[in-house]
């Protein structure tokens, strides 16, 4: 996991509400057993048509979106199921961080484990991203700010542990073994 | 001791360590496995040279990409073949015990789980796979997780976890003739919407609730993450302890009756508070429809399709036309009016023994009408198939012009070749109407097994509560 602490990119706008991961990426494509490559399937049935030629009209195929590192989304973005794959291959395709008003749980768990950051943010904060396509923004996870076009700056809130894993570009593996004695004693008193 | 909810009371008995942000270090005493979220976890353990540190916890199965038919010819396609194959390799491997797909145990894993007695109350539950607060329904702390989670776990049977508020919907009173469990979970997501139940525990309470099967209460459990809570949790009581008795994997003799005596206390406490708070007449519920690509897109079934026009939120009111658009659907249309293509009988929504009865009870004589292309019924596990053949259910479906399959997650996603095409629409009694969700263009309308029965033979929806 690559270490983050400072996104400047321009924003891509999906303001769909309830964008699930079924969208992110459709079932058909979960049949891998890598983890790589996925980013060419990400929102597969949006972005491309049934020939499988790019749909001009998508966002992500708009040269406007080149490079993006940053996702706006609707209301509910991630909802549906736990196929780590969705941030996989939203990581694959370029993006290092989501921003939205209300992003699913399981979606927030799985990129926070894999360095995509999930910034949720308040109504009007995200009512004016969601107008602003292609807005410059900067995402500093060091003071847990997100600062849009002249110098707004907003809080956002990210739980510490997951916050010191990105940061360093820790796998949590590594501190979830640092406490196998404590476990071990757990299972003692709990009557293994 | 402050009075608790059965969410602290089951969250407080797994916390490790605990830090000052909420966020805990969580011991798992169950892990169920699939072939889908597993194969970069067990690679992640090979590549590091780990074991699983507790591997007698662990029960696997293959159940998502599966086919459900001709099953002694193996899987066609390579891919998911080989993703089957590798969660058999990866179980042998790692001493994991699994049910192949000749066993008559395999199923859906939230299925089985439950069947085998291995999901008991006062457990905490993992599975890569969000329908996995289905296991609440047994006062266990069950929920959903990634790959990473999931390998995390098989290495030290633990994860770090932020801590959810408790939410409490209580459902007093007699459902209608017609309603089910189904209905009322789908009612809930249309009230509070399917992020309603966000960083949230929900706890079903209530009469209602009370009464229901261990099947209904675990239908209801199984859609909490449709409303967007990782976890709902019913209390245990005698219908638990009924359920349970003599299953393969509870536990035998005095550590019987000393499990029984801990079970009796998973319940909230008279005065514990919790976050937020819904009520619910469960007489005011209705046979429900979903009409849209979410499942709070729902209404009765002696509704119509709602007019966006009268939508005053924005982006709700923008969900809405595109959501018609790709349901190819107009407002004001009568729900009973939806002509429809095919029915899926299945999922880890409604595929148990409880499910099949309801749905065969109402087929029982009738033929799938002729403008029904094809109508699946997917037993959720061997055994379940096993005890339907037994009392005759299969015949009753095959009379009629349903196809009998063989167990797994079949249509409700579309991994095998049980698919929708383009364009079609289905009834289903799965959890799921996103976009694409059955097939590639394919269109769902969520609804219970009865209704997706009736609607078979009827070949549009119509009001159960009348038959």
Redesign the interface.
Same mark, same amino acid.
């Given at each position: 996991m690559q270490p983050l602490q400072v996104i400047r990119s321009k924003t891509v706008v999906m303001?769909?509400? =309830?964008i $699930?991961t079924?969208?992110i990426i459709?079932?058909?494509f979960?049949?891998?057993?890598?983890?790589e490559g996925l980013g060419k399937e990400l929102f597969a $049935?949006w972005r491309y048509d049934?020939q499988g030629n790019p749909n001009p009209n998508f966002v992500l195929n708009q040269p406007q979106s080149k490079g993006s590192q940053v996702l706006v989304a &609707?209301? =509910?973005f991630g909802? &549906?199921?736990?196929?780590?794959h969705a941030?996989w291959a939203l990581l694959d395709f370029g993006f290092r961080a989501v921003i939205s008003s209300?992003i699913?749980? *399981?979606f927030k =768990? =799985?990129s926070l484990?894999?360095g995509l950051l999930p910034v949720v943010v308040d109504e009007a904060t995200h009512a004016w991203l969601i107008g602003n396509p292609g807005a410059d923004v900067t995402i500093d996870l060091s003071t847990n700010t997100l600062t849009l076009p002249g110098e707004r700056r907003i809080a956002f809130a990210i739980?510490?542990?997951a916050r010191y894993g990105l940061l360093n570009g820790v796998d949590?593996?590594g501190?979830?073994?640092s406490?196998?004695a404590? *476990?071990e004693r757990?299972?003692a008193a709990?009557g293994w | 001791m402050n009075p608790r909810t059965l969410f602290d009371k089951l969250w407080e008995r797994h916390v490790?360590?605990e830090?000052a942000?909420g966020?805990a270090?969580l011991?798992i005493d169950r892990h169920f496995l699939h072939e889908?979220?597993s194969?970069?976890a067990f690679?992640?353990l090979r590549l590091t040279g780990r074991k699983v540190?507790r591997p007698e916890t662990s029960l696997a199965t293959a159940d998502?990409?599966v086919p459900t038919t001709a099953r002694k010819l193996g899987i066609a396609?390579p891919?998911?073949r080989?993703?089957v194959e590798?969660l058999a390799r990866n179980c042998v491997d790692f001493s994991i015990t699994e049910f192949g797909l000749d066993d008559q145990r395999q199923g859906i894993i939230h299925v089985i789980g439950p069947e085998q007695g291995a999901t008991l109350p006062g457990m905490s539950v993992v599975a890569?796979?969000?329908h996995?607060c289905t296991h609440g329904a047994f006062a266990a702390l069950a929920?959903?997780?990634?790959?990473?989670?999931v390998?995390?776990v098989l290495?030290?049977?633990?994860?770090?976890m932020?801590r959810m508020k408790p939410m409490q919907v209580r459902v007093d009173g007699q459902l209608a003739r017609g309603v089910t469990a189904k209905d009322l979970i789908l009612s809930l997501i249309g009230t509070i919407g399917?992020?309603g139940g966000?960083?949230y525990a929900i706890e079903f309470q209530g009469s209602t609730i009370q009464a229901l099967s261990m099947e209904g209460r675990m239908t209801l459990c199984n859609m909490a993450?449709e409303a967007?809570a990782?976890v709902g949790l019913i209390a245990a009581d005698e219908t638990t302890i009924d359920y349970l008795r003599g299953r393969p994997y509870v536990p035998r003799g005095a550590q019987w009756d000393r499990a029984v005596e801990y079970w009796r206390t998973l319940k909230s406490d008279d005065d514990a508070s919790f976050d937020r708070s819904i009520v619910i007449d469960a007489s005011h519920v209705q046979p429900m429809v979903t009409w849209g690509t979410?499942p709070?897109m729902v209404v009765p079934v002696d509704g119509c399709v709602p007019d966006p026009g009268q939508e005053p939120n924005e982006?709700?009111r923008?969900?809405m036309v595109?959501a018609l658009s790709y349901m190819d659907l107009r407002p004001g249309t009568l729900i009973a009016q939806i002509p429809l293509d095919k029915v899926f009988i299945g999922s880890c929504t409604n595929s148990r023994i409880g499910d099949l009865r309801a749905a065969a009870a109402i087929v029982r004589g009738g033929r799938v009408a002729a403008s029904i292309r094809q109508a699946l019924v997917v037993p959720g596990s061997g055994l379940v198939k096993a005890e339907a053949e037994a009392e005759g259910l299969d015949q009753v479906f095959v009379e009629a012009g349903f196809e009998w399959r063989e167990p797994g997650c079949s249509m409700c996603?579309?991994?095998n070749d049980d698919r929708l095409n383009?364009g079609e629409r289905c009834a289903s009694t799965s959890n799921?109407n996103?976009?694409?969700?059955q097939g590639?263009?394919g269109r769902t309308h969520l609804v219970s097994p009865a209704m997706a029965a009736a609607a078979a033979l009827a070949g549009r929806f119509v009001n159960i509560a009348h038959l």
């Open positions: 303001a769909s509400t =309830n $699930d079924d969208q459709p079932a058909r979960l049949t891998v057993t890598t983890k $049935d049934a &609707g209301k =509910n909802c &549906g199921s736990s196929r780590e941030p209300e699913a749980d *399981i =768990n =799985n484990k894999n739980e510490a542990f949590e593996l501190y979830l073994r406490k196998l404590d *476990i757990y299972e709990r | 490790i360590t830090s942000d966020t270090l011991y889908v979220l194969p970069q690679e992640g540190w998502h990409n396609d891919m998911a080989a993703q590798q890569g796979d969000s996995t929920f959903g997780i990634g790959t990473s989670d390998e995390h290495a030290t049977q633990s994860l770090s932020k399917t992020s966000i960083g993450i967007g990782r979410s709070e982006s709700k923008n969900g595109q996603l579309g991994m383009a799921r996103f976009e694409g969700r590639a263009g």
